[in-house]
DNA sequence: GAAAAATGGATTTTT
DNA sequence: TCCATTTTTC
């Protein structure tokens, strides 16, 4: 027998230490080279967080570790492409084997890779929020043990709670009672419904996004051959956006570097705003205590903001109690004070930032380096409004999301049902699209199928005349349509077709006209499948598409092929503060600065949620380079109350004087009235 | 008994 | 504007 020897291929041409000097600073340097170990990296807003682990990856793979040794965990898809194309432009080649992604996607990726040892049926499918929401909705109609003299919470709080319970490893009871009180007589009950929602998803070879990181720790805890392969394989574990993780997310990162200890956190506990989620600022801040050998780097350079950006997002964060004391130092150079604008109502806000767009464009700033920020997705409406009145070309981020728009998922429905005919959610869906039949009606018609699967018969029998059974031919009758598309699709995957092919014959055969039967804009929804099926291309199975539609996070109006760090297209951005994370523009507008608003009237009163929102804040002004708009309206309107008055925020109100510059925007006739030193607008 | 139509109510942030 | 519950129809 011969032995056989493996040789390590050079995975990269060796950088001269003048590579990395050249493009980093001191303290940038430093992390990149020495955070071997446990190490802790508090990167302040600006300070070159992203470009600081590219090169870290950089030098990794220069020292000879290879790509499928290091796992770098980010917040979103959109950062791991950022990240692995940064690196692979340096490089000059794609860096393969890469263990690069958000933590769900590699849950999926494990999961998938080691379905058998996780007990779990190879062709699952991956459900979104809305699929949970619904599974919920049928256990809570299926036990209706509820009395109804009392409100019971809604299918979508119950998946909050769960989920939250879940996230936070703690139990439902502990969960209603920090948090929901007014829910503590509902406990017994909601612990039943999470155990009719386990048993339903196992029951439908369905995954929520919980149990993708759930099975993964119960595979790392659980099954030693795989533990071994997986500690093995991780020699380097980096993680970006620490400050967001939560208690299930922190259990994956230790149990996976615990054998090499090659743990390298990047955050910014300034910036940590998922709470909601399950992530604790505590995380980030106890990180030395757990790890006490960690070394510890501070990037405290900012790159982005101007001096007065910079100071003002420093005098409002020192409000804040839990916090490691840091100062962030501008050395973007002085600019102009942050204004604060105050409006009467929030129909002025929209035309004040409409005009101040034209403003800025006439001083030769692009529209696409221009954002306009908020707490709350309806703060945004009238500026829609007003944008679209004045066609300027505009992104809303933090909409619905692309793949989560209804008609996506009417096609994704069916194929679902192909992919994995136990998908009870999609078969509710789909068969609810024929007259006639409704939910009960379309459960029985499941459960029938699934007899006949469990007899031994072949999927196919759902064409032929043996289904329904005859108990249920008089909805039968209805579904003729339906078997005509399921035997069209049954052929398809029979000839091992691409997915694409999938997608262009359902938009080919009678869906198109339940489509458009069903909503008023059908050509913008049908012009989406076919996006859609674009999309399909770089997909081999429909399994492997169905699961990555679940994971992307992409909105409505982005391109989801992956290539979109290269150039932006020339449109204002529209977006949540939250979906505004890790970006910056040379103008930021931030909306709805007054009290209610921002900080959001459901913190009141709790402190921890005030700092919080106060981070939040803290956000969404360090986003800005340039020139920064801090909008107060005055009034709003409410459906009952009418118009009220709003003060101040907080937020603001705390600031010192000198930190901005303040201005009072009208229009024309009241200001005719007004004879102060006021800012002139139409 | 189940589906369709009509009415009433409410909205933080997201992988 | 969209969603959930109630009322009406088959």
Same mark, same amino acid.
Do not use: M, V
């Given at each position: 027998m011969i032995r056989k020897i493996i040789l390590t291929k050079p995975q990269t041409i060796q950088k001269t230490a003048s590579f990395y000097s050249e493009a980093l600073n001191e303290a940038q340097m430093e992390v990149v080279t020495k955070a071997d170990g446990a190490a802790l990296v508090l990167a302040g807003a600006g300070s070159g967080k992203t470009r600081t682990l590219v090169y870290r990856l950089l030098f990794l793979l220069d020292r000879g570790v290879r790509p499928e040794n290091i796992m770098l965990v980010t917040f979103t898809n959109k950062a791991a492409h950022e990240m692995r194309h940064r690196a692979e432009k340096h490089l000059n080649q794609d860096i393969q084997n890469l263990w690069c992604g958000t933590f769900h996607h590699m849950g999926h990726r494990i999961l998938r890779m080691y379905a058998k040892e996780a007990g779990l049926n190879p062709q699952f499918v991956i459900m979104d929020q809305d699929d949970s929401r619904r599974v919920i909705k049928q256990c809570l109609s299926s036990m209706k043990t509820h009395s109804s003299r009392v409100k019971f919470p809604q299918a979508s709080v119950i998946q909050k709670i769960i989920s939250l319970a879940v996230n936070t490893r703690k139990s439902i009871e502990s969960i209603v009672l920090e948090q929901?009180?007014?829910?503590i007589p509902f406990i017994d009950e909601l612990n039943q419904i999470n155990k009719e929602y386990e048993r339903r998803k196992r029951e439908s070879d369905n995954l929520d996004f919980d149990d993708l990181i759930v099975l993964w720790i119960k595979l790392l805890k659980e099954c030693e051959s795989v533990r071994e392969k997986l500690t093995n394989r991780f020699i380097h574990c980096l993680v970006d956006e620490y400050q967001d993780i939560n208690e299930l997310q922190n259990e994956v990162v230790e149990l996976t570097a615990k054998k090499h200890g090659n743990l390298l956190v990047v955050g910014d506990d300034a910036q940590s705003i998922y709470s909601f989620r399950g992530a604790q600022v505590k995380n980030i801040l106890k990180f030395p205590d757990r790890y006490p050998h960690c070394k510890i780097f501070r990037?405290?350079?900012?790159?982005?903001?101007?001096e007065e950006i910079v100071s003002l997002a420093n005098r409002s964060i020192l409000n804040n109690e839990q916090q490691f004391r840091k100062k962030l130092v501008s050395l973007a150079g002085s600019h102009e004070r942050p204004l604060c604008v105050r409006v009467r109502e929030t129909r002025e806000q929209a035309f004040f930032v409409a005009d101040q767009l034209i403003e800025l464009m006439d001083q /030769? &700033?692009?529209?696409?380096?221009i954002a306009v920020l908020f707490r709350a997705r309806y703060q945004a409406a009238d500026l829609e409004w007003e944008l679209s009145r004045r066609q300027i070309p505009y992104v809303l981020r933090g909409g619905v999301r692309f793949f989560e728009q209804a008609h996506i998922k009417d096609l994704c429905g069916y194929l679902r049902i192909i992919q994995n005919p136990k998908d009870a959610i999609s078969w509710d869906r789909v068969l609810g699209?024929?007259? /006639? &039949?409704?939910p009960k009606t379309a459960h029985k018609l499941h459960q029938a199928y699934m007899q006949f699967i469990l007899q031994g018969k072949s999927p196919k029998v759902l064409c032929e005349s043996q289904w329904p059974p005859s108990t249920l031919k008089s909805a039968g009758a209805k579904l003729r349509e339906f078997q005509s598309i399921m035997k069209g699709l049954f052929n398809l995957q029979e000839q091992n077709t691409d997915p694409e092919s999938f997608i262009l014959y359902l938009l080919d055969s009678n869906f198109k006209r339940m489509m458009e039967n069903r909503y008023d804009n059908a050509k913008d929804r049908l012009d989406d499948l076919l996006e859609l099926s674009r999309f399909a291309?770089?997909?081999?199975?429909v399994g492997l598409l169905l699961n990555d539609i679940s994971l992307k996070e992409n909105f409505k109006g982005e391109s989801f092929d992956g290539s979109e760090s290269s150039e932006r297209p020339e449109q204002l951005i529209l977006s949540t503060i939250h979906q505004a994370k890790g970006l910056e523009w040379k103008a930021v507008f931030i909306l709805g600065l007054a009290e209610g608003q921002f900080p959001h009237h459901m913190t009141a009163n709790n402190p921890e949620a005030t700092e919080e929102e106060r981070r939040l804040f803290y956000v969404a002004v360090t986003r800005a380079k340039q020139k920064l708009y801090l909008m107060h309206p005055l009034t709003r309107y409410d459906r009952q109350a009418g118009t009220v008055i709003m003060r101040t925020s907080p937020f603001i109100k705390e600031l010192p004087e000198e930190s901005y510059e303040l201005a009072e925007a009208m229009t024309e006739d009241q200001f005719d009235l007004q004879e102060e030193d006021t800012i002139f607008l139409t």
């Open positions: 929901y009180d007014y829910f990037l405290e350079s900012n790159y982005r903001s101007s /030769g &700033i692009a529209l696409s380096d699209f024929y007259p /006639g &039949i409704g291309r770089h997909y081999e199975t």
